[in-house]
């Protein structure tokens, strides 16, 4: 079956990813958590999934991205990153989803709740200066008290997240959320409480910083083959820490679907911003910015036809965008047009794309429409 625009998977890639980040670590028994949230940063979360039989545990961020996980099949642990409303969490409990707690108030719910011999794991997570979701030092000692006292309530874990490690060069306050941390790991076990996965390693730190490991590594981006940012990628190289030969996952592709000739002088798009000043053959794909191609890109990116750059002429429309194929004249009518990844030598990166739009890759990939076909390809 033939598309108009579709997203490529490559077969082996996730995989390989995680196995390159998990040699990160010297620890042999580390386990290994794949976040795919937010439909695998875009990439299919049914697709990755079933791509990652090296992922111990998965992580995700809502309730219904659980449940969803539980009914493509997958029997290994799930984490919930995010809030689940009180109303809902006999539906985690029920589909034996980890939960990630912070708030008394889902305590006491969970305390109502249980019924006698089922049981709810937990992972506190810990506020160590991200200033997002987590539980404040100070607070530490009350919450573990009632939620070791609450029946069928186990405490599996606990976690934090940093602010500051993927953007920067200088690493200190890094280092300060991960002393402030261990000091809460201590607490807790002094209570009497043993959780058995600590977990605050995000792809750069797993790069970075081997203290950080403890015994799970929760990586997102780098399991998608995409550095959390440049500076991760020198510090790797400065401090001549092993760099991981990362894969990227994604290709995102359209079709030509309207060649014709136009004139010098002729307009292009809404608003008039594109003037032509030769006669110019004209390329229309039918992608825009509701499948995720960034309005920004406006007049300004560029896209790969039979290995050959074609700008990006006129506004992102929603759901059109117009190229200049004056000078790839051997281009035809539904040829295969990249808009990310590659075509022959030529490439188109996320970081690159990140850079016309003023993002980050993040955003790029996750961005792309759930609605776009997810096709899993191997390359060889």
């Not at 707690?101 to 506190?124: A, D, F, M, P, S």
């Not at 092993?242 to 002088?265: C, F, N, Y």
Request: with cysteine; charged share 25%; glycine share 8%.
């Amino acid at each position: 079956m033939g598309y108009l625009k579709w997203i490529e998977i490559e077969e082996s890639a996730p995989n390989w990813n995680l196995r390159q980040l998990k040699s990160c670590s010297e620890n042999e028994d580390m386990l290994f958590c794949a976040v795919v949230k937010s439909n695998a940063y875009g990439h299919g979360v049914d697709e990755i999934s079933s791509l990652l039989p090296s992922a111990d545990w998965f992580a995700v961020n809502s309730l219904d991205e659980g449940l969803e996980l539980r009914r493509y099949g997958i029997k290994r642990p799930i984490l919930l990153l995010g809030h689940v409303l009180m109303e809902r969490l006999p539906e985690a409990i029920d589909a034996d989803l980890r939960l990630t707690v912070y708030n008394i108030e889902t305590i006491e719910k969970l305390e109502k709740t249980l019924n006698q011999g089922v049981t709810c794991r937990i992972h506190i997570q810990i506020e160590t200066g991200t200033g997002r979701q987590g539980l404040l030092p100070e607070n530490v000692p009350e919450f573990i008290r009632m939620a070791s006292g609450t029946p069928g309530l186990e405490i599996e874990g606990l976690a934090t997240h940093f602010a500051n490690i993927e953007d920067t060069l200088n690493h200190e306050y890094a280092e300060e959320q991960l002393r402030i941390f261990k000091e809460v790991v201590e607490t807790v076990r002094e209570s009497g409480v043993s959780p058995a996965v600590i977990h605050t390693a995000c792809t750069a730190a797993t790069i970075l910083f081997p203290e950080t490991h403890f015994n799970m590594l929760r990586t997102g981006i780098g399991l998608y083959g995409l550095w959390p940012s440049r500076e991760t990628f020198l510090s790797a190289q400065s401090n001549g820490i092993p760099v991981p030969d990362l894969m990227p996952v994604l290709s995102w592709k359209t079709r030509i679907a309207q060649i014709k000739e136009l004139p010098s002088g002729s307009y292009i798009g809404y608003g008039c911003t594109y003037k032509t000043s030769r006669r110019t053959r004209l390329g229309v794909l039918p992608v825009g910015y509701a499948d995720g191609y960034d309005r920004k890109c406006t007049n300004s990116a560029h896209v790969l036809v039979r290995g050959k750059r074609a700008p990006l002429l006129g506004r992102v429309c929603m759901n059109l965008i117009m190229i200049d194929l004056t000078d790839i004249p051997e281009a035809s009518l539904e040829d295969t047009v990249v808009l990310l990844g590659r075509d022959c030598n030529e490439l188109i990166t996320a970081e690159m794309m990140a850079e016309w739009i003023g993002t980050i890759n993040y955003e790029v990939v996750t961005r792309i429409s759930s609605f776009l076909p997810r096709i899993i390809v191997r390359r060889g």
